[in-house]
């Protein structure tokens, strides 16, 4: 299984379909998204293509290659819109050896891990906008491999849009084109 993992699109139609172009041409199974999908936050400024119908079409033709994940400026409300599920607060993803704790990252994140994260899993998470692949070091002795696409729409702390794949057993940050 090869997955393409993005993350806080705020309802801006042109990252939206650049998502979905990049998706399809690097042949992924499943689009992973890590939420903040349609409304762009009281924090952001508005993107540069606010159009979350149109975001909503783009997606929605992809809806059965689509998991997600909820994130802070997801509603209830967007489910109703949305042609996939988009309610759970965290997955895990398998990939070879890999195990993925996949969350957006206003919950669970490096600052608070969560319980149920087995000692060899990757943190995937979204939320800060900022594209990273680092490894965090724990008082405690602990080593968690922490990835982050960070935002195509809405990118910060000079990092560029960038997405994630992940195929068997490897998992690497790409910048869009």
């Keep these: 299984m090869k997955y393409f993992v993005a993350s806080d699109i705020h309802g801006d139609s042109y990252w939206a379909k650049?998502?979905?172009d990049a998706f399809i041409g690097?042949?992924?199974d499943k689009l992973v998204l890590l939420g903040?999908?349609?409304y762009h936050g009281p924090r952001n400024d508005l993107p540069a293509h606010y159009e979350p119908k149109k975001v909503i079409e783009i997606l929605n033709k992809y809806a059965d290659r689509i998991i997600a994940v909820r994130g802070n400026c997801d509603a209830e409300v967007d489910q109703m819109v949305?042609?996939?599920p988009l309610t759970a607060d965290y997955i895990?993803?398998?990939s070879g050896a890999l195990t993925f704790f996949v969350t957006h990252g206003h919950i669970y994140n490096p600052m608070n891990l969560p319980k149920a994260l087995p000692e060899d899993a990757i943190l995937l998470t979204?939320?800060?906008h900022v594209a990273g692949d680092v490894m965090w070091e724990y008082e405690d002795g602990r080593k968690i491999?922490?990835?982050?696409p960070g935002s195509p729409s809405i990118p910060k702390e000079d990092t560029k849009p960038s997405y994630i794949i992940?195929?068997?057993g490897k998992a690497e940050l790409f910048r869009f084109e």
């Design 92 to 94: 895990y993803l398998f």
């Design 26 to 28: 690097s042949k992924a």
């Design 18 to 20: 650049r998502v979905i």
């Design 145 to 148: 491999r922490y990835m982050n």
């Design 82 to 84: 949305l042609n996939f």
């Design 166 to 168: 992940i195929e068997n």
């Design 36 to 38: 903040d999908i349609l």
């Design 126 to 128: 979204g939320h800060t």
